[in-house]
């Protein structure tokens, strides 16, 4: 545990290498609190754009894909007044976007009731070579092969090949 005093540096990155440690997948912990990135997001909508990197959509995949977060976590954005916009087209949203349900600002907290569903798993193909390149070592070999990767996986021991999403393909293969 903590003390008092070293909080504040164990959250830095400094201090997330000296005080963390590094999970794996198959760890059983409960996450009751997500803050997400965003350049922009939508307080009508509780949707958000990210930088474009795909690195938060794959946190929050994970995290799913453990069982440490489920629809009622919450998701929750720090932006400047400025940030929010009335124009973020929910229909052009991916199936890995990750929408927020609460945005705090300088000025106002806004509660979105955002009616997005929030993602079931993690679509790494859909996050570009600079995400599966660094996947080595973070998910399950069977998953990625010859930088390519095979299945989205929805949950644990459900996967779902990427040629067709309607059918599912075992650990094993």
């Keep these: 545990m903590l003390s008092p005093s ?5 959250c830095t990155s ?17 996450v009751d609190l997500i803050v997400i990135g965003s ?11 990210g930088k474009g990197e795909g690195f938060a959509e794959l946190e929050y ?4 894909y453990m069982g440490s977060i489920d629809d009622s976590t919450l998701v929750v954005t720090s932006v400047h007044d400025n940030q929010l916009v009335d124009d973020i087209p929910v229909e052009k949203l991916l199936v890995h976007d990750v929408p927020v349900d609460i945005i705090c600002t300088p000025t106002q907290v806004i509660f979105t009731n955002t009616s997005i569903p929030k993602p079931q798993g993690f679509w790494a193909q859909l996050q570009g070579p600079h995400i599966v390149d660094r996947l080595d070592g973070i998910i399950p070999k069977y998953m990625v092969k010859e930088g390519q990767v095979l ?20 650990r094993a293969s």
């Design 6 to 10: 070293t909080i504040k540096e164990a």
């Design 14 to 30: 400094v201090g997330v290498a000296k005080y963390g440690r590094p999970i794996g997948l198959d760890e059983k912990i409960r």
């Design 39 to 49: 350049v922009a997001v939508d307080p009508n909508t509780g949707a958000r754009l």
């Design 61 to 64: 995949g994970m995290l799913r």
């Design 151 to 170: 299945c989205y996986i929805e949950q644990p021991g459900v996967q779902i090949p990427i040629e067709d999403t309607s059918k599912s393909c075992s």
